[in-house]
């Protein structure tokens, strides 16, 4: 039997990947973090409750997205009391914008349990951070070593990319015994006693590597890198071969039709079941499919309502993640709405539904990023005098 014997290209793989083993130290790290760490406002006073929010703002969020809603969150609930006794419009408008309400649905439910079984005060550690509503082991960790100074590696997906080229590692980075093996690996370096003071900063500076230097997209300025040295991917000249990531299951396409209706200064909105996509938030009423003008009216019409005019807005798409809307919409210019019979029956009749005024949609209701195109129409209407929404009994449809 012939044993093949290892080419210079294998050995020097070998060798790499051996030495990538051992954690470089986080002295190099922490320089490089206190010279060009990013000036971010939830860093300034680092509270277990600003962590928090923090964190669960930039969950699928850009940080320069998430720098305005932090701060006008923070002026209206300011603590954790606040936010737990909060009503649902106050919390659920902040949040306008942002995306995946569930979120803020579990910070507030999350700040109940904390003001009733902590006495108003976060737990410290991650494995009590990790029994709140909303908080997995990403978020658990990052709080306990920001805020409370716990070696616990804030594994997501900046530090398993360094990871996986730190060690040119050719699995998945999906795979649970990779994720195991990159917590041990950053375990290492918190743990490292030279700076046992600091695992929020090393934690903290990983996040601002990844998101900085090792880049997901594009090339990774390795040359700004600190542990440069010490990757093997860029010992062997492979840094864009890692991570190794799964291939990407097609998103669904969903087509919709959304109706921004304008009688006189009132609107109709929509509320959404409370389970599912989006669940629970107020949206334009909208109908599967891309409608025509005809089937446009009759939908109108369906409501209740007389369409003077309709004309046709922009298409728009919006990505969730397994699922694609791809929209079209109609702005409704409708006249009168008499309610003859009373505002219950229309309510009874068309459930889910609201009329509502103009200002008010704006100011009281969230209406979720994914119509971001048709409420920034919505914004710029104005009401008609001459034409109005009557109510028989001079009041709204309740909710």
Not at 207 to 232: E, F, I, K, R
Request: hydrophobic share 40%; charged share 25%.
């Amino acid at each position: 039997m012939q044993i093949r014997k290892a080419g210079r290209g294998e050995d020097k793989i070998d060798r790499e990947t051996e030495k990538a083993k051992v954690p470089p130290s986080g002295k190099k790290l922490l320089a490089w973090y206190d010279e060009n760490k990013r000036i971010l406002p939830w860093r300034e006073d680092p509270s277990p409750y600003h962590v928090w929010l923090s964190e669960i703002m930039l969950q699928q969020t850009r940080v320069e997205a998430v720098k305005g809603y932090y701060e006008r969150f923070l002026a209206a609930l300011p603590d954790i009391a606040a936010l737990a006794s909060a009503p649902e419009d106050v919390y659920l408008k902040l949040w306008e914008g942002l995306g995946y309400y569930s979120r803020v649905r579990n910070l507030h439910k999350a700040a109940g349990v904390i003001m009733e079984e902590y006495g108003g005060r976060m737990p410290e550690t991650a494995k009590e951070l990790r029994t709140l509503p909303g908080i997995g082991p990403y978020t658990a960790a990052a709080i306990a070593s920001i805020a409370f100074g716990a070696a616990e590696p804030a594994l997501d997906g900046n530090l398993l990319r360094i990871f996986a080229r730190m060690t040119a590692c050719e699995e998945s980075v999906a795979a649970p015994i990779v994720k195991k093996q990159a917590e041990d690996y950053f375990r290492a370096v918190l743990q490292n006693a030279a700076h046992a003071d600091r695992c929020g900063d090393i934690n903290q500076a990983l996040m601002d590597l990844g998101a900085t230097v090792c880049l997901p997209n594009g090339a990774p300025q390795c040359a700004s890198c600190p542990w440069a040295g010490n990757c093997a991917a860029h010992s062997l000249g492979r840094e864009r071969s890692f991570p190794v990531t799964p291939e990407k299951k097609p998103r669904r396409i969903e087509e919709l039709t959304v109706f921004v209706i304008l009688a006189g200064s009132s609107t109709i909105l929509h509320k959404r079941p409370e389970r599912g996509l989006l669940a629970g938030l107020y949206e334009f009423p909208n109908a599967a499919g891309h409608l025509d003008r005809n089937e446009a009216e009759a939908f109108v019409r369906a409501l209740g309502l007389r369409p003077l005019k309709l004309t046709a807005l922009p298409p728009a798409k919006h990505i969730f993640t397994h699922i694609e809307w791809h929209m079209t919409g109609y702005e409704v210019r409708a006249d009168e709405l008499e309610l003859s019979d009373g505002a219950e029956k229309w309510h009874a009749e068309h459930q889910g539904y609201s009329i509502t005024g103009l200002r008010e949609a704006q100011e009281k209701y969230s209406i979720p990023s994914a119509f971001r195109a048709y409420y920034d129409h919505f914004r710029s209407l104005r009401g008609d005098d001459h034409s109005i929404v009557r109510l028989a009994r001079r009041r709204r449809i309740p909710n």
